[in-house]
């Protein structure tokens, strides 16, 4: 396909994650290098924009330095003189829903040579008060535009962004991220609406990107590719760490999925250790052409598995000759390494040549017994980049039930296992111990979600705002319901909430509310017993400062709302 002025040329990045270890002396640098040579590669390509799909940034609020270093590369290499030939033709108001509503290379305060747009992820989403995140900043300071957020997730409309390059035709969909089972749950609902250009619909490029689980950790905890709709011709999946840059058919659906992956490894996983690519697309009319180009920035990464029982003349009671052994095995690693950096860097001195991460799984049944991988790294400390956990430990197990336990039910103990901690999530902890719980006033899929926010995110008011709005919910609802009945228990129980402070409100469940009221009303019956019984041996008694019985009255509080 032909670059002329009917073809847009867009290049594909997704999960940078800008600031990944950016406090290690080694590794500190990774990610800022890879995210530059990125935007090197657009310029280089001529593209007429740069399309990135979610966690642009690794934390959710980045570091100042994190924040100055990606503001300075974003003006080295998208600012400038080069005109943008692309027109936009959709309602900026919808798009951009902010102050200035306008896409930046059209602003005329600043000067774009190479637009950026840009969803959020799951890292870099908007959070806390003003539910902003740090996409917000770059799209005010007009480096960035940040498009594909929802107000409501329950109810997901996707209006595209319609751009033309000559007689080329694209409408643009984003979709930031939504926690998996609530997108998931919103799809099945029939909530998610996604809107079509008015005239000629067959004839636009249909272009959607987002981020979510691709892959299937759960029921409901991914996005089936059948949910997107059929018109789109083009999916542009983030999230996704391993590179699949190639386009996919979905035949079921009739358009293609292009997942290019990180761009700097955040996990020593298997996926992490396929190369890392980029993409270039290039668009004409309905057709589309794909060029995917590795990045040479990129830490190397090996990751190899050995079984020590496999080994030949290995014995498990020599544990210096296991030590050995795997010695040799790193060192191979660390060659393997140094041979595929030097293949993708020509004519780079040896001597630049960084230290690689090196993963090798080691499984130790029959037998073997583990030792220190700390200590064992220490001979790497100048070789490699990551010597505190070269290696990881582990035993294949087979999946049995436990006695008293139904066939269905998860059994957790293995996410606490030392080879299972990389993929264990503090979410499904949280949800663990609330499916425990008997929660009656706070929502649990909600408390789990504030308390996620508070731990992933450090939203330090997370938790504070939804168990204030949780109790402004349920006041308003039992006072609507009080006003329509005249049951006294009820309105007590009613004053009882409102008196209620916020931390009361952490401890309290429903059911201790109503244990609460219950023995305050017996109380109650007790002493107006008591007092009954007082007043009717005064009057056997016929004391002298009883004689006006109209004037003994006994007033009685009921202080269920002190």
Known sequence: MSDDLNTFKILLATDNHVGYMEKDPIRGQDSFNSFEEVLKLAQEHEADLILLGGDLFHENKPSRKCLHTTMTLLRQYCLGDRPCQIDFLSDQSENFPNRFATVNYQDSNFNIGMPVFSIHGNHD????????????????????????????????????????????RLALYGLGNV????????????????YRPSDDKDKWFNLMVLHQNRVAHGPTNHIPETFLDDFLNLVFWGHEHECLVDPVLNSAQGFHITQPGSSVATSLSEGEAVPKHVALLRIKGTEFQMQKIRLKTVRPFILDEVALKDVSGLRPTDLRMVNEFLHDKVNELIDKALEEWTEVNPGVPEAEFPKPLIRLKVEYSGGFTTFNPQRFGQAFVNKVANPKDILQFYRKRQNTVPAGKKKGEVVNV???????????????????????????????????????????????????????????????????????????????????????????????????????KKTREEQFAVEKAQRKDGLMSRRKGKQPEDDDDDDDEVVIVDDMGD
């Open 414 to 516: 293995e996410a606490f296992l030392p080879e299972e901690l990389e993929n264990f999530r503090v979410e499904d902890l949280v949800s663990e111990f609330l499916n425990a719980q008997n929660l009656d006033i706070l929502p649990q899929n909600e408390l789990g979600e504030a308390v996620r926010q508070f731990v992933e995110k450090e939203d330090t008011g997370a938790i504070k705002d939804f168990v204030e709005q949780s109790l402004k919910r349920t006041r308003l609802f039992l006072k609507d319901r009080s006003d329509s009945t005249a049951d006294d228990d009820f309105k007590r129980e009613v004053s009882y909430l409102e008196a209620l402070d916020f931390c009361p409100v952490l401890k309290l469940t429903r059911r201790k509310v109503e244990k609460e």
């Open 125 to 168: 989403d908007p959070s806390g008060d003003g539910s902003l995140c740090a996409l917000d900043l770059l799209s005010v300071a007009g480096l960035v535009n940040y498009f594909g957020k929802q107000v409501e997730v329950d109810d997901i409309a996707i209006k595209p962004i319609l751009l033309r390059k000559g007689s080329t």
């Open 179 to 194: 926690r998996d089972e609530r997108l998931n749950r919103t799809f099945q609902r029939k909530k998610v609406r996604m």
